[in-house]
């Protein structure tokens, strides 16, 4: 089993560039991506058997999928708009030391498998871009490179090894349409993951306040936003990921998904910046 070592980290790399300064990160701000990175990261990293595997058993995502999912935000905020990358990449490195099992397959594995981490990361960088790409339109090609190179840097924070990260974006992108063709399946856990957002109140599982709200408003909200907040989640998923996971998809439902976008996208606009903010954003840039 090829893992990473708990690297010391080049003190070059510890270096932290101010966030105001970071690239995008007034787009990182706003709480629209958020979703639709969760959802692609979902696709992307829910359909990798031995990713799926140490969630069933090391996670709450299926007892607790919303605290999962804010589990996962609060240390994605951190990295983006932490004053102390250094410290919270390494942090988040030392709580997967003890991730480690057998796979569905009996063979064991750990957090830090070489393969499994560096697929982690770089589909999360891939995530945001996406995210970023789908809420705001194409971004300057300048821009998203001097993104990716940051986001290099903080992989390596991570331990992902340097010559394991594409050194461009279309080396990003070919990494990760090579990878989910070769490396993503159908496993038991992902169909568990399957019927969890087939069988429950998809808002209510992101959001579990709802459930405290006056009946019957928890179960209208359902009505009113399941289909579209599962065409959102669906439509962020690569193509072969939608074939593992059976979803049907139609040039009908994929226009129905760039209408919601342009939707939130008009919708939110009428909203002060400071609003669509997120606090850790709005507190490290002092807005």
């Not at 560039?17 to 979703?35: E, M």
């Amino acid at each position: 089993m090829d893992t990473i070592a708990a690297q010391r980290i080049p003190a070059n790399l510890e270096q932290d560039v101010p966030v105001a300064d970071r690239t995008f990160v007034r787009l990182l701000a706003d709480r629209r991506i958020w979703p639709i990175f969760l959802f692609r990261a979902l696709s992307l990293q829910g359909t990798h058997p031995t990713i799926m595997v140490a969630l069933e058993q090391h996670s709450k995502s299926f007892s607790r999928p919303a605290v999962r999912a804010e589990n996962t935000l609060a240390y994605t905020y951190r990295i983006y708009f932490g004053q102390n990358v250094a410290d919270s990449a390494r942090e988040l490195r030392e709580m997967h030391r003890p991730i480690t099992g057998l796979d569905y397959e009996g063979r064991k594995y750990h957090a830090w498998n070489r393969d499994v981490w560096t697929w982690v990361h770089l589909t999360t960088i891939e995530s945001l871009l996406y995210a970023i790409t789908v809420c705001f339109g194409p971004q300057p090609d300048a821009e998203v490179e001097a993104f990716y190179q940051e986001s290099r840097r903080l992989g390596m924070l991570f331990g992902v090894r340097e010559q394991d990260i594409p050194t461009d974006v279309a080396g990003l992108r070919k990494y990760v349409d090579d990878g989910v063709v070769e490396r993503l399946a159908m496993s038991p856990g992902t169909r568990r993951m399957q019927q969890l957002v087939d069988e429950q109140d998809v808002i209510a599982t992101l959001e579990p306040k709802l459930a405290a709200l006056p009946r019957p408003l928890p179960a209208l909200l359902e009505r009113l936003t399941n289909r579209p907040v599962q065409t959102l989640m669906f439509g962020a998923f690569p193509e072969h990921v939608r074939q593992i996971w059976g979803v049907p998809w139609s040039a009908a439902r994929e226009r129905e998904f760039r209408a919601l976008l342009a939707v939130v996208r008009a919708a939110s606009r009428v909203l002060p910046a400071r609003v669509r903010m997120i606090p850790e954003a709005r507190a490290a840039l002092e807005v």
